[in-house]
């Protein structure tokens, strides 16, 4: 008689912990909102009191494709408002975007959002987000906006892509 064991295993298929100023601030781009780095963190603030909602949004420069094993997780802490994280990645299987949305309230402490690909629906669309990076297909672009009007501020920590694979 014998037993199978099953282990969880995690890989880290790409991280950003944000210490590198220049080469990673490169990639946010900023829709009325400022992005600022200070001690290895990303802070997004904005003020939409006359335009509206705050958006930020950054891409991973690699053509990088993903499967329903893989996770997102982000390290953040959300300071005032409620934020709203869409993300859009490609997979290994599909020539389309996955992508969904998750709602993130406010706390005084970090938070560990976990993000499973396997949860994301495919969207089916002529020019988004082809349009936003021409001529590059990114891995995974991330969105990150106040879910309600008023002040906004998110810090990030820390994102990355893992993957769970059994064995």
């Known amino acids: 008689m014998f037993s199978l064991v099953f282990f969880l295993v995690n890989a880290i298929v790409w991280q950003e912990d944000f210490t590198t100023a220049r080469q990673t601030m490169a990639q946010l781009y900023e829709y009325t909102i400022d992005i600022t780095q200070q001690d290895g963190k990303v802070i997004l603030k904005g003020n939409p009191q006359f335009e509206g909602s705050s958006t930020a949004w950054f891409y991973l420069d690699k053509e990088m494709i993903f499967d329903n094993n893989d996770v997102l997780e982000i390290v953040l802490r959300v300071k005032c408002n409620?934020?709203?994280?869409?993300?859009?990645?490609?997979?290994?299987?599909?020539?389309?975007?996955?992508?969904?949305?998750?709602?993130?309230?406010?706390?005084?402490?970090?938070?560990?959002?976990?993000?499973?690909?396997?949860?994301?629906?495919?969207?089916?669309?002529?020019?988004?987000?082809?349009?936003?990076?021409?001529?590059?297909?990114?891995?995974?672009?991330?969105?990150?906006?106040?879910?309600?009007?008023?002040?906004?501020?998110?810090?990030?920590?820390?994102?990355?892509?893992?993957?769970?694979?059994?064995?």
């Open 82 to 167: 409620r934020a709203r994280i869409n993300y859009f990645y490609r997979r290994k299987d599909s020539p389309v975007y996955f992508g969904g949305e998750v709602c993130i309230d406010a706390k005084d402490e970090w938070q560990r959002i976990e993000i499973p690909f396997r949860d994301a629906r495919p969207c089916y669309s002529s020019n988004f987000p082809f349009a936003l990076t021409p001529h590059k297909l990114p891995g995974l672009y991330l969105f990150v906006d106040n879910l309600l009007p008023g002040n906004f501020e998110v810090e990030i920590d820390k994102i990355l892509v893992r993957t769970e694979e059994e064995q």
